[in-house]
């Protein structure tokens, strides 16, 4: 890509999310807003998230993909703490520097213990992956005092 500037997803809506530190602080930053059926995240392709081609690593799409299905799990699940379990992600198309990339997430079943996730994962409304997982609901925390 050359000099063009970035999407500037502020400017179209999106709030930047405060996550807490750790390895996502690598992949981001990560954008938010609410759509009709619940949270989309995104976030802007940078020469840091490329691959030795100069297009989208797969594994920051599947770090994304996990970070999207698992925060609307985790809402889903009212804050309770969970852990992924099993994350499938099909690689439909590439992604260039630059562009913005949001993935939609949907539960497809819930129990006590699991919840089962889908989503898309697009860019200008082309669909470039697919993801499904399972995260698991933990035991809360005890007190130890």
Known sequence: ????????????????????????????PIWERRGDDGLILGFVVRPMHCNRRGVLHGGMLMTFADQALGLSAWEANAGSPQATIQLDT??????????????????????????????????????????????????????EN
């Open 1 to 28: 890509m050359d000099d063009a500037p970035l999407f500037d997803p502020s400017l179209d809506g999106w709030v930047q999310r405060n996550d807490e530190p750790g390895f996502i602080e690598m992949a981001g």
């Open 90 to 143: 099909h690689f439909i198309a590439a992604v260039d520097v630059g562009e913005f990339v949001q993935a939609e997430t949907r539960i497809t079943r819930k129990t006590r213990s699991l919840i089962f996730m889908s989503g898309s994962i697009h860019v200008s409304g082309r669909v470039v992956a697919t993801a499904q997982g399972i995260w698991k609901t933990l035991q809360k925390e005890r007190n």
